[in-house]
């Protein structure tokens, strides 16, 4: 099979405009993805599936990943003018000065496909597509037309991390009931307070136990019994 | 009665009994279990009929698909929240007098799913529940002994007086109210009636 890097020069070479990017990963498997361009994501899977030479035509797996927002610091040298006494004579003199500095990197949330090709025999091809942040914009495109496999996945997808696939044919709850509104998997998922009983509480559970004990009680702080619910 | 006299008069070929023991006899030995099954303990459920187990020894051998023609309701696995209502709602429908015997782990506390957001923490929320069997999965022996059980306590049931079986009290209501699937969670999350205040957490 052919490598990452030449599946992304393959990628580029048939879709103008794709912008492919190779996800290292870095552990003994070496199972580099490729980061998809949402908008081109159709036509990359329509190449993928048809090129004769890949013929990717299963679509084994897709999955979701919450990437929370980041915190960054890092030290960054800014050259300031500062004054000084320079051998009794007061003079501005330039330095360079370490700076800490903190920016926020937005999180988003991603799926992440696995490709194989019964025709050739070959596999995984690891495809990953990123929506615009964690909250309003997280519209992914359905790969569903391209591959139907996909469908159960991504409506499995779409309950738990709550990614709206555009596209899908009937993008609809598939674990949990359809009143439901929260999105399990989420990594900031508040989980129901549901724990009032249990025998031999230990560590978390105790933990969770009391904070129930005190809601129930009405006495604990309901921040510092961690959640709103 | 004495049961030595009981027992002399039956040499003699004088069979004596109360309308109790009879009525009870009967209902005992044909314990007629509802066809469904929930998880994993349903495949012990299943041998436990099969014939090396043979529940049939006991009157239960004819699994009614059916609510409206079951009296016991195994629940025989895991619970989870977007199945519960319907638990429930079956459990409307038998008609009395019914019985219900907890399966395994998961149908008792939740089991191994107990930390998980999907899983109900006990049937025992929400319908009464008369056996409780531990186990993942009980094996088919664990099944009968709670079947033995739960035929020992009908037998023990009087036909009058305060301690009378529901579907002989004609206030008590043999209806438990279905909980409805929430934007969280189930609504209410336990049925305080059924489930009384828990233990005190230390």
Redesign the interface.
Known sequence: MKTVEEIKAAIEAAVPGAGVEILPNASPSAQHSLLVNPAHAIAIAKFLRDDAELALDFLSNVTGVDWLDKEIVEKVKVPRQVSKTVDGVEQIVEETVEETRKHVEPGYLEAVYHLFSMKKKHGPVVIRMRTANRTDKVELPSLTPVWRSGEFQEREVFDLYGIVFTGHPDLRRLLMWPEFKDHPMRKDYVEPDDFEYEPTAHDKVLERAKAHKDREQGTGNREQAGGTR | MENELKIELGKQGVFVTTIEELYNWGRKSSVWPMQFGLACCAIEMIATTMARYDMARFGAEVFRPSPRQADLMIISGTVT??MAPQVVRLYNQMAEPKYVIAMGACAISGGPFK?G??VL?GIDRYIPVDVHIPGCPPRPEALLQAFMTLQKKIEAQSLTGEDRPRHLNAEASGEFPVPE?????LEP??NRLVWP?????K
């Open positions: 929240k977007k930390q957001y999907n923490k699937q929430g934007e969280h969670d999350p336990v205040l828990p233990a005190q957490v």
